[in-house]
């Protein structure tokens, strides 16, 4: 950390400072310019992370230099991680494909939207039964009859899946059928809700806030492994920003910054961020070549009729189109598909994929 | 609404839109152009608002023209609603400064701030126990026993209180004791809590997430108008930019935004809208000015010991003008200081304030 | 400027940085810590800003700690500077109300809001004969002849007036005839612009870019004042954000902000922020009690008719509002109102507003 | 374009708008609701949007629902344009790579710098030599004897070379050497600049301003098409947003919507866009595989000594990696690599890239 004075301060203000690091344990390097001093603090940042320096007299600036997450950070484990769920794998020599629908509207239209997603490539089914909704009015999700029928499916299809929780109350519920839970990009700083996520034991998917720097994005997942559960996939879906052409705009830097950063592997949702289906294929083979270390994508049997987010859900057609860009990104950037987790022989391809045939 | 279809589209295009909408009890105006279709849809929107007319063949773009909040809606209540906190009212008669300490650290801390903030006008206090931070490795807050300081601080001075409850489960707790429910600007699409905190019987104080537009906070109030609790007032607490040298940019013109659209009283935050204490008298004035309700206020009778928000919080030299800034701004807006609920003459001027003196 | 080690870096990492700066004649400190080496670097800021340390192997961040600006510094002038625009002051003991068209149409629209803007207490008047306009289709300004309607009417009102130069060509034309040449938000970093304005011997409105930050914007007075011309008014006038219900979102902290770090004066323009007629009076109040030394205001004889910017406009019913509001709140800030330079007795009172009756 | 009237308009203002509309050539459809009328505006929009309609007695709001951009859009020519530059193209089957030296320095570094840029597969060279800085102490560039250096870097090189230009007077000056004008992104909207740049018959790299949305960035393509010259090239660049780890946010998606809209070519550029030399390669392969046309990249000698951005240039031994990252990703889009105009096999692949190889 380092403590910028005003030109104004006097020893004693700078003294006050060093006394106020010493006395919780840190180190003070003073270094005196003819017009501003300069006060490097080191030693653990969370000694001082709590002291109120800014509004010690005479600072004009407290500018952190170091990390203020230790677990989810790439310093305590350099090895990129992989994450396990239900035996597929989000981590850094595969991409993975996770797709479903938007919400659970009906046995049938799950049904059938996940059999797509297996269709096109998918290891992970995804699916929402609770649905943060920002009117009242909005369509809410099933609940847990909407759990129920992902669950069915996904015995059927033999996939696992992963399903949003949106309030620490259900986490139990949704815990005991889904296999990885998914925090939404509204709940991304709703950190009881993390903790008990956390605290469930399956793996989890931590979307990014809509208008979360990528350092709170790592706090929130610190967050989660505080509670002991290491098994958190990141997942960028988009920033707010001045554009109106597309409804959020996808931050594809955030996936090197992130791996520069953590050992947390890395997904995006070019679904939500685009918001418009003529994007999604675009937005896939960007994620993959930027590094992604999967998509999570939005399909639909019948858009014309969904409840939720139809605008942005692949549809039937496209799933040839799916299966091939997902095939050729990730050959170009020397993975391979993540498929069946038994089958695969990770050294060289997956027999179902034919990669470059 | 309106529906702009493609350069493209053929006539059953055009009529399968028309279609969907009668189905759902809508009119449609179709206005044929050389180029282009636009068909207007009037009705209740909540009945169109879920058709995914944008999924349909040819739509180029759905705009929605009316408004999908009802209940704080002025159409639905065109007077300007004031909300009763134990007594103090926040409307748009009276100013109403609230203010306390950012977070209860011990009870004479509390105790003190209350008492700086009861001097310089308060009429209601604020004070948090449940502390939403963005490191796990932060303090917390002291929970419960932070709802017991502040609760025999607010008997004492005889002076309401508010606080932040974060999480569904703390509800009971929270509203057996305060006056007051904050809901914090991490929080305001946290749609469970808001739903919990609508029903808790007590009076809500709903901050704008920091990067939510002005439409979704009022989709949030109207989540908790929909328990049934109209007793809500908003609070703008600065928007997320890329201006680095204020924590947040104070979003002044959301006070009259928001009150040409809704009923709700609307206060303002200037403590950390700007995180910085040189700002905060400026920013009082300029919401006063504006034409806010109220503002809430960070006080600290000794912010070199902090442990939450230091650089932000007034001090005791701030409170003589911090009374005189209210007063004279206040009076300039042609209202008066909220001040003790009984003793106020409302035609008149509140006896203990002297305005204009 | 502080330079941040990476963990990994070697002794003589650090001094490849050290002799760097000191070759330049910098001196550096350095805080060795057990996991982070931080290097102070005191000295003169211009002599290392040049050099590219970021590019040095190991360096983590290079973090800038004092003020790239100089002569529009209050390091450089302590007391708040007072821009004469030909009799007329812009300063901090004044308001200045600036106010006009927001285009010159023709002889008589022009003629008729400048005498709506005199008659509400402008003692500035605006006009702009060259509009940089989004289409090329849209209308671009009358250009000289604009600026001979805009000439006629200020010596008729015996008012001076601003007017807007979009390219350094015309700069010599507009400064012919105009007593104060206005830079428009998207020239803010045309720097050739700014330092042939510069030297054109007026006084300079150099208007805040939609997205520039602060410092980029005090950079560019900067530029200015670089010629040797330091009659500078800035005006903030909205940055752009998210929020779609306004034009741009008036951004108030940045007048005690810029006040904090420079001695120039900084007005507001309410009109072009907001973009709604409803706002201008509520922001014109927001920005006087924040303390802007002025507002600039778009009026209009008959918006309906306006080639330009209609919807943002005051009308002539708007006028007593104006004049009252501007006297109001430039009393509740211990200000006068600037009205005409002789006859105003700056001690007391310009007898022609009888502030405060 | 759709008018929305207030609940409280009558007939009469109704007719208003629409005898306005009519008078202009324009038809209008009038939609009348329980609540709320619509009026639907067919015909040429050059014709309404100069009509102040928001200014109109009970008027909500004015939607714009077409393109008020004509000559690039790809209604006026569907096929994708291909911009020939001194005989390289760029365009939609190839993917062109521009690269060079930010800034010109000295004779030797430009050399270097080229002849890196050329090892690995660039076709047009970059490099400025008026650079437009943020602050009038920084390096402003060599002016016109860095373009005497480019001009002959170029002319040994065989390759054509592209640079900034900043203001008008310097348009002929920089149009006699260059082969391509870059319009930077602070000038996007220097509407002179663009017109002068639009009628010096050479082709025109256009970037977008770091803070335009994508309508405003096509409109200033138009500026530049309205003076007959439609070889221009759109250049993405990053935006800026609150995310400070990097200096902007790329926005990838801006690709395939500009394609949507117009029949421009569109490339990006990973160095100013992210600032940081490890984000440029993961940014190139987002790039080409999000469907840019090209990538325009910084390379540097020697960036401890550079004069400008060093932070973000790629280094001698990035070049196979750039090399093999072009051909790669180019391959997997299914396009070849732009090498020599004259010497590649457009049908098949460039003899000397070896692509798959």
Redo the contacts between chains.
Sequence with gaps: M?V?MR?AASDGDIDRVVD?VTNVGG??????????T?I????DL?QF??L?L???PNV??V?R??R??KLVSN?AQPRPSTVEVAGRAVGRDTVTLLAGPCAVETPEQTRRACEMAKEAGASILRGGAYK????????QGLGESGLEILQEVSRDLDLPFVTEV????DVETVARRADMLQVGT??M?????LKEVGLAGKPVLLKRG??A????WV?AA??IA?TGNLDIVLCERG????????RN?????????VQ?LTHLPVIIDPSH??GR???VL??I???????ADGVIVDVHPD?????V???Q?LVREDMPALRDTLT??T???GRTVESDGVATDRAGRSPGWGLGA
Tied chains: 1, 2, 3, 4.
């Design positions: 380092v910028v030109t106020a180190e003070c390097f003073v270094s005196r310019g003819r017009h501003q300069i490097g603090l080191v030693g969370t992370a709590e109120p800014h509004a010690f004009e600036d500018i230099v170091s203020a997450f310093d943060p909704r920002t009117s009242p009015y909005a369509f949106v309030t620490p109350a509204r709940n700083q709703n950190f009881q809700l809509m208008t720097t990528i350092e709170e706090m610190e967050y505080h920033v707010r920003t001045f554009e109106p052409m597309t705009t996808l931050d594809v830097s955030a996936v090197p910054v520069s961020s685009g289906r003529d994007l675009p937005l083979r960007s994620a993959i070549a930027v590094g858009p014309e009729h969904a409840l987010d139809g605008p859900a050729r990104f050959a170009a950037v």
